[in-house]
Every structure is written in structure tokens, then in C-alpha cells.
């Protein structure tokens, strides 16, 4: 079962065993009340028949005046008693009491029946809860089967288109030797390969490995990979400090392969991209179209321009979540962008 499964399976099961459990509790709340009132209830007809026989071990009887309070009343919460009336006396009532420790007892003894069933309840309610949680999960986790297989036969299919594109560029460097155009195409081809091997990463549950990463130089490996995708935007690198960090180099790859792809596809002809390394910051700037509604480009398949699918910065802002790299943008239209990463919250050594 892969991480978002058991994530949706424990979220799922928590609400259903949750809102059965809190109907439990409410039930066996007022059920303890029910049983309660009506174990006093039956204590006071006892109590009762002891007037006339005044043979019962278990109560306490004495005499009071008539003043102290109500005939064939039941009082008290932690000793009961109640008054009777006695015959040919006008002045006192018989006064009969359950003693306090025999009334918690008996209290406690209901309590724990009750407390029993309630376990038996619980345990009942969480087998049925895991039996509702899969059965509702259960044509989800077949359409992401489904749709995990369909993307793995994609995978596949795309090794021919690969392997030929590899082949062909090999005799292409044969007969015409390396220029910049075999650079291009070289690059592309390991772009695919990159983007290839995190898929299957993440299909088959084998998440990349933190390390330590020289975050200057793969930033800079990132953008000569894309100035060659680009020849007609001027891109730089300015470093001014080393940045040393643990993290997973192939999602950091990726988040910097996005962010330097908008700034190169949305850049003005003749314009530039720089990338500076300072402090423990990676600031990427472009003279591009500009983003008119930061908070909006976050989400999925929104867009301000035709081109694109309108993703890219909604995975850049899951990635740098998951690796815990701040990250804040500041676009004007028409001017350009600019991204500045924050690796100050990643370790400097593996622990």
C-alpha cells in the first residue's frame, strides 16, 4: 500500500470510528443515567416494604421529627433515605438509610457491567469501521491501480522512442561531430531520462535519498541545461556564497528545471535570467511577462497565458513543502519575476 493509500485509509477510518464511538459514548452516557435512576428507583420500593417489616439487614432506620422532611420521598446522592410515616404517631417519622460505601458499591458494580459492554461496543464498532473504511476506499484504490498501470505501460511505450532517439543521436555525432545542435538534443534526451526515472520512483514507491548536495552547482548544472534549450535568452549565475545542504538532489532538480523553464518560456525575446547563490538563498530572476496574481499561479491548471498546462508552480510549491525549502515570489506584469529559495531550515550534515 503506498503512502497516500495508508494517508486516505487512516483519515478515512479515523472519521468513521470517531463519529461511531462519540454516538457510543452518548449512548452508554445515557444509558449509565437510565440504569442509575432506575436502580434507585427500585432501592426506594424496597426501602418502602422495610417500613412495615423493618427486617432488612442491608438499610438503617432511626427516628426523626416530622419537620426534617417529606414522607415517601427519596433524598440524597452519596447515602439515600427517605421518611415514612408511623402508625398512631403524630410526631416522628421512621427514618430509613442506605449507607454511603454499600450505595458506591453497588454504583461501581453497574459502571463496570457497563464499562464491559462498552469495550465489547468499541471493539465491534472498529472492526466495523475498518470493514467501511476499505469498502469505500475500495473503488478509488481500483481506479489508482488502474490509472498506475495505464502510466507504467506509458513508460514503457516511451524506452523505444528513447533508445531510437539515443541510437540516432550517437551516428549523428558519428557523421557530423559535436556541435551545439547534438548538445540540445543530448540534453533533452537526459531531461526525459530524469523526469522517466522520478516517475517510476514514484510508482513504485522508492522515494529519492537525502544528501549532501552542493545546491550552487546543481542550481548552475540546471540553467546551462536549460541556456541550451533556450539560445536566445542570456542567462547567469552569480555565486557569492557556498550552499551545502541535505536534501533529495532529484526533486531540487526539478524544482529548479520548472521554475527556470517559466522564466525561459515566458521571458521577451533578447531577454535574461539570472541566478545568484547568496547566504543560504537561491534567487532565480527573469525579465519576462510577469505573473499578475502570485497567489493563483500556485494552484493547479491555472494559467495567465495560452501556453503551458498551468502546473509547473503548483509542483514546485508541493516539492519545496515536502523538502521544506521556504520559498517567496515577487512578479510585476510586464517586468519580470523573481524566486528566492530559503534553505536555512535544511541540515548542513546528515545526521
Known amino acids: 500500500m503506498k503512502r497516500y493509500e495508508k494517508e486516505s485509509l487512516l483519515k478515512n477510518f479515523f472519521v468513521f470510528f470517531s463519529l461511531l464511538e462519540i454516538l457510543l459514548v452518548l449512548?452508554?452516557?445515557?444509558?449509565?443515567?437510565?440504569?442509575?435512576?432506575?436502580?434507585?428507583?427500585?432501592?426506594?420500593?424496597?426501602?418502602?416494604?422495610?417500613?412495615?417489616?423493618?427486617e432488612c439487614e442491608q438499610f438503617g432506620f432511626d427516628f426523626v421529627p416530622k419537620e426534617s422532611g417529606k414522607p415517601n420521598t427519596l433524598y440524597g446522592e452519596e447515602e439515600l433515605y427517605s421518611y415514612f410515616r408511623i402508625p398512631k404517631s403524630d410526631k416522628f417519622y421512621i427514618k430509613i438509610s442506605y449507607p454511603k460505601k454499600s450505595l458506591q458499591a453497588d454504583m461501581q458494580k453497574i459502571f463496570?457491567?457497563?464499562?464491559?459492554k462498552f469495550v465489547l461496543a468499541t471493539l465491534l464498532l472498529l472492526l466495523l469501521a475498518l470493514f467501511f473504511t476499505f469498502y469505500s476506499l475500495r473503488p478509488i484504490r481500483k481506479a489508482l491501480h488502474l490509472n498506475d498501470e495505464f502510466v507504467k505501460d506509458i513508460l514503457h511505450d516511451f524506452n523505444t522512442p528513447v533508445a531510437s532517439m539515443v541510437l540516432n543521436l550517437r551516428m549523428f555525432k558519428k557523421e557530423c561531430g559535436e556541435n551545439v545542435y547534438a548538445q540540445r538534443i543530448s540534453h533533452s534526451i537526459d531531461t526525459l531520462l530524469f523526469l522517466q526515472n522520478n516517475l517510476k520512483n514514484f510508482l513504485y514507491h522508492s522515494p529519492a535519498q537525502s544528501r549532501e548536495v552542493d545546491i550552487a552547482l546543481l542550481a548552475r548544472e540546471r540553467m546551462e541545461?536549460?541556456?541550451?534549450?533556450?539560445?536566445?535568452?542570456?542567462?547567469?549565475?552569480?555565486?557569492?556564497?557556498?550552499?551545502?545542504?541535505?536534501?533529495?538532489?532529484?526533486?531540487?532538480?526539478?524544482?529548479?528545471?520548472?521554475?527556470?523553464?517559466?522564466?525561459?518560456?515566458?521571458?521577451?525575446?533578447?531577454?535574461?535570467?539570472?541566478?545568484?547563490?547568496?547566504?543560504?538563498?537561491?534567487?532565480?530572476?527573469?525579465?519576462?511577462?510577469?505573473?499578475?496574481?502570485?497567489?493563483?499561479?500556485?494552484?493547479?491548471?491555472?494559467?495567465?497565458?495560452?501556453?503551458g498546462l498551468g502546473i509547473g508552480l503548483h509542483i514546485v510549491k508541493k516539492l519545496v513543502t515536502e523538502l521544506g525549502i521556504g520559498m517567496q515570489i515577487a512578479s510585476q506584469k510586464d517586468k519580470g519575476t523573481t524566486v528566492v529559495f530559503d534553505f536555512r531550515n535544511l541540515p548542513e550534515k546528515r545526521a
Do not use: H, W
Request: with cysteine.
Open 225 to 307: 541545461l536549460m541556456a541550451n534549450a533556450y539560445p536566445r535568452i542570456d542567462f547567469s549565475f552569480v555565486q557569492e556564497d557556498a550552499l551545502l545542504k541535505v536534501t533529495q538532489p532529484e526533486l531540487l532538480a526539478r524544482i529548479f528545471d520548472n521554475i527556470l523553464s517559466n522564466a525561459a518560456k515566458y521571458n521577451r525575446s533578447g531577454g535574461s535570467v539570472e541566478v545568484k547563490v547568496s547566504g543560504e538563498t537561491v534567487a532565480v530572476k527573469d525579465t519576462g511577462k510577469g505573473i499578475e496574481n502570485v497567489d493563483k499561479a500556485m494552484q493547479r491548471y491555472y494559467k495567465e497565458q495560452e501556453r
Open 112 to 116: 463496570s457491567g457497563l464499562l464491559v
Open 27 to 54: 449512548l452508554f452516557t445515557e444509558l449509565y443515567r437510565t440504569e442509575r435512576r432506575e436502580y434507585r428507583q427500585a432501592l426506594f420500593q424496597t426501602m418502602q416494604v422495610c417500613s412495615y417489616t423493618l
